[in-house]
């Protein structure tokens, strides 16, 4: 269950996520405050796409985030593979994310996945209907939620001064109705030390990567564009 919070302020002299003045200078920053149309939203998206490949070159991970090297919370589970049997690609998607802020104490008895063995630890995050969000049953996606690897850019300084997670996140609980109705995919990140932390990180919007293990199903988020990865037994 993730905690209701009003949006959070951005700090003074810090033209972050949610600074509505950075919006006329830079695009990209209007779009994390949510000022832009979806048409301009769209049309943001797809330059930084495009910024990506130019940065990373032919064949380069760079916009790969590395998996989490904490503890996790099931055993590893054998890849897909391709029709040749070597390792099928992961599934890599880039768009924007809803991030919120789960308190201290929620989550303690467990979360949707807990009957299938993931756990809503520290890093992890709530998310929307399997379904419609990977294209997933419940079962399905706790057999790879622990190596979903989900990494928002430039939330570290924020989370750090609120007290809550490192990134990257992955997968570990279900979110509530806000979470699961929201039209933007949306994560409630657990991990934040108290409630008024949570509080004061508040919803804030963020260019996002998101890294799938192979699946049957497995498809990105509603409004990410999937960059890499190939479905098994398609090489």
Known sequence: MGLFVAPSRPRPGTPGLLDPSAAAADPLQGLLGGSPQAA??????????????????PGADAAT????????????????????????????????????????????????????????DSGTV????????????KRQLAKIAPHIVIQPQGLDAELKADGGPATPLSVGDIGDKSIRDSPTPAFDIYGFDTLQGARQ??????????????????????LFVQTGGTPPGRR
Do not use: N
Not at 76 to 102: E, F, K, M, N, Q
Not at 126 to 137: H, I, K, M, N, S
């Open 65 to 120: 985030p590395a998996r989490p090297s904490g503890p996790q919370t099931m055993a590893s589970r054998a890849p897909a593979t391709r029709s040749g049997g070597a390792p099928a690609d992961p599934l890599v998607c880039h768009g924007v994310g809803l991030y919120s802020a789960v308190g201290p104490h929620q989550g303690t008895a467990g979360g949707a996945l807990t009957p299938y063995g993931v756990t809503p």
């Open 201 to 222: 990180f508040g919803r804030k919007r963020a260019l996002t990567t998101i890294t799938i293990p192979q699946a049957p199903g497995v498809r990105c988020p509603p």
């Open 40 to 57: 301009a939203a769209g049309d943001v998206l797809m330059r930084w796409l495009s910024a990506l490949g130019e940065a990373s070159g």
């Open 126 to 137: 709530a998310v929307g209907d399997p379904e419609r969000t990977f294209g997933l049953t």
